[in-house]
């Protein structure tokens, strides 16, 4: 069993060293062979790109930093 955590950054800040960041943690029943790839998909499915702003926001206008597997 894997541990998918989900980094965000609250709407409107700046991403900094001292930034407050969310985490949000999905447990998968199974095994995972690309984490990289799974973080990719959930990310395509909750976020969209801006062009203008070069970051990945979703619909509540926090920041999507990034992910990794535990």
Same mark, same amino acid.
């Given at each position: 069993m894997k541990t998918l955590i989900f980094i965000l950054l609250s709407s409107q800040a700046e991403f900094t060293v001292s930034s407050k960041l969310n985490l949000i943690y999905l447990t998968l029943p199974?095994? !995972?062979n690309n984490? #990289?790839?799974v973080i990719d998909d959930v990310r395509e499915n !909750?976020?969209?790109y801006n062009d203008e702003t070069n970051k990945w926001l979703l619909k509540d206008g926090r920041q #999507? !930093?990034?992910g990794m597997c535990v």
């Amino acid at each position: 069993m894997k541990t998918l955590i989900f980094i965000l950054l609250s709407s409107q800040a700046e991403f900094t060293v001292s930034s407050k960041l969310n985490l949000i943690y999905l447990t998968l029943p199974k095994e !995972i062979n690309n984490c #990289f790839q799974v973080i990719d998909d959930v990310r395509e499915n !909750i976020a969209t790109y801006n062009d203008e702003t070069n970051k990945w926001l979703l619909k509540d206008g926090r920041q #999507f !930093i990034g992910g990794m597997c535990v």
